[in-house]
């Protein structure tokens, strides 16, 4: 059973960077596991931000991050990174991880509601 954990969240002036990471607090394994991104604004629903395969080679992103956002994995470090760069007002919100066991190696899904596991979130907030 995992228990994820973001970190990385912070307060950034727009055009900034921070780079999130998401691991289990066991030090569970996630080599297994297909990961994503998502964040929620209050008062709006979950938005899928980007998703990566077990094998790091499929990737997707929404159209609102592309080119600014990049997702990646260090699975020797049970690791899941989403690098944000050049972040708008927008982007402010609480960012969550979320894994689900992988059936094939190249998938990966844009919708939270087809993850199993989610973590608390770490909240990124973009202000001048």
């Known amino acids: 059973q995992l228990l994820l954990v973001e970190s990385g969240g912070g307060l950034v002036q727009p055009g900034g960077s921070l780079r999130l990471s998401c691991t289990d607090a066991?030090?569970?394994?996630?080599?297994?596991?297909?990961v994503m991104w998502f964040r929620q604004a209050p008062g709006k629903g979950p938005e899928g931000v980007s998703c990566?395969?077990?094998?790091?080679?499929?990737?997707d992103y929404a159209d609102s991050i592309k080119g600014r956002f990049t997702i990646t994995r260090d699975n020797a470090r049970n690791t899941v990174y989403l690098q944000m760069n050049t972040l708008k007002p927008d982007d402010a919100a609480a960012y969550y991880c979320?894994?689900?066991?992988?059936?094939?190696?190249?998938?990966?899904?844009?919708?939270?509601?087809?993850?199993?596991?989610w973590g608390q979130g770490t909240q990124v907030t973009v202000t001048s």
């Open positions: 979320a894994a689900k066991l992988a059936r094939t190696d190249t998938a990966c899904y844009m919708d939270p509601h087809d993850y199993d596991y």
């Open positions: 066991h030090e569970l394994s996630l080599e297994h596991y297909v």
């Open positions: 990566i395969s077990i094998s790091g080679g499929t990737s």
